[in-house]
């Protein structure tokens, strides 16, 4: 089992920045460890569907963005530290949401597949996102 918790949200104004966390944990990592799984960021508002923000892969060399927030959003990780980061920018008020935080354990980075949130297989509980014009 892997334990994804996810922090850094708030209440911000457009125009600023939030840098989101997902920090990882559990068993599974003794059999593969934390840099074998990609890494995807999505949000979530009252009554659309989940959608994808932006994906890293287990090494941290391949990413891809929406392109809502390419250019303003930077996703990274510390494999070190099995922490994954989302660095927002200029945030909008149509980037409010619940951002949560998924992983995979796959080397797999097709821009197709790693965008289809059912193909995580973990996910945390989400951070609210509020964006005020």
């Known amino acids: 089992q892997v334990q994804l918790v996810e922090s850094g949200g708030g209440s911000v104004q457009a125009g600023d920045s939030l840098r989101l966390s997902c920090a990882a944990s559990g068993r599974a990592f003794k059999d593969y460890p934390f840099k074998d799984y990609y890494m995807g960021w999505f949000r979530q508002t009252p009554g659309k569907e989940r959608e994808f923000v932006a994906f890293?892969?287990?090494?941290?060399?391949?990413?891809h963005y929406s392109d809502s927030v390419k250019g303003r959003f930077t996703i990274s990780r510390d494999n070190a530290k099995n922490t994954g980061y989302l660095e927002m920018n200029l945030l909008q008020v149509e980037d409010a949401g619940m951002y949560y935080c998924?992983?995979?354990?796959?080397?797999?980075?097709?821009?197709?597949?790693?965008?289809?949130?059912?193909?995580?297989?973990?996910w945390g509980q989400g951070t609210q996102v509020t964006v005020s014009s």
């Open positions: 890293i892969s287990g090494s941290g060399g391949t990413s």
């Open positions: 998924g992983v995979k354990l796959s080397a797999v980075t097709h821009p197709t597949m790693v965008r289809d949130g059912a193909r995580y297989d973990y």
